[in-house]
């Protein structure tokens, strides 16, 4: 029998970035995602992985190097193609507090991406709710845990948590090609963190999602990914699968990463 190659979703090469044209953030990185894969990239603050990040959404321009999202050039793209690849790919920032509208209602925020797509409805939203908004939304609700009932409520009154599970809804709303996670636990208490990434793991094995999780937690990549790759000041220090962290050719950031996730 042939082995299935997985298919890189995101593949990058040589990415270079500067701010105001002299201050290095991004020197030559090299990296690729694979289909139903969690890709994690650690680092301390300032190592560039949110700037990565925003790049991959295009919500940064890049100084040299190639994005390419299923084997299409991003910077070749005219504004419509563009647009549409934008519309596959998702994010769950670190503040769920303001990736939410404050003034409108929690059902409005979830449906917003599936009416940009205009008709489109994820295959795991069962068929005979048809295309009643309410009913799409209340499943993408239940997916991650919560009642119906907060589909009439405004963001102030859920907890944190609670925010974070409806930007993840209203993430995978629109089967995203690959969803970049930024610190999605980072504003929240340890408890809280573990019921969220757990829930993020489920939803990867249940829907075969593709990650891109970042985080200064060494634990939290860890536990969330098949592949992870070590970041400082721009550069990628160390990139190895899950089973290969703690051998000893692991680079000496690495390394000292790891003293701390050991404890």
């Not at 634990?219 to 790759?229: D, G, K, L, P, T």
């Amino acid at each position: 029998m042939t082995e299935t190659i997985p298919t890189d979703i995101i593949r990058v090469h040589e990415l270079s970035k500067s701010y105001l044209k002299d201050i290095p953030v991004l020197h030559s990185i090299s990296l690729n995602l694979t289909q139903g894969e969690c890709l994690g990239i650690v680092g301390e603050s300032g190592s560039g992985k949110s700037t990565l990040a925003r790049c991959l959404l295009t919500l940064s321009d890049w100084d040299s190097g190639a994005i390419y999202f299923h084997n299409q050039h991003l910077k070749s793209l005219g504004k419509k193609k563009l647009r549409e690849a934008r519309l596959r790919m998702g994010a769950v920032f670190q503040n769920p507090t303001a990736a939410l509208n404050s003034r409108i209602r929690i059902i409005d925020s979830l449906m917003e991406p599936l009416e940009q797509r205009k008709g489109f409805l994820p295959t795991f939203i069962k068929k005979n709710n048809g295309t009643d908004r309410k009913d799409i939304a209340a499943e993408l609700l239940q997916i991650v845990g919560l009642p119906s009932e907060y589909l009439s409520k405004y963001p102030h009154e859920l907890s944190g948590g609670e925010k974070q599970r409806v930007t993840i809804a209203r993430a995978i709303s629109t089967e995203p090609s690959f969803i970049v996670l930024d610190e999605p636990t980072a504003s929240l208490d340890v408890t809280t963190q573990s019921v969220i990434l757990n829930l993020l793991k489920d939803l990867q094995e249940n829907y075969g999602l593709s990650y891109l999780f970042i985080s200064h937690d060494l634990a939290a990549v860890h536990f969330m990914s098949q592949r992870i790759i070590v970041m400082k000041n721009g550069h990628i220090l160390d990139s190895f699968p899950k089973a290969q962290t703690f051998d000893t050719n692991r680079h000496k950031y690495t390394k000292l990463l790891l003293d701390v996730f050991s404890g």
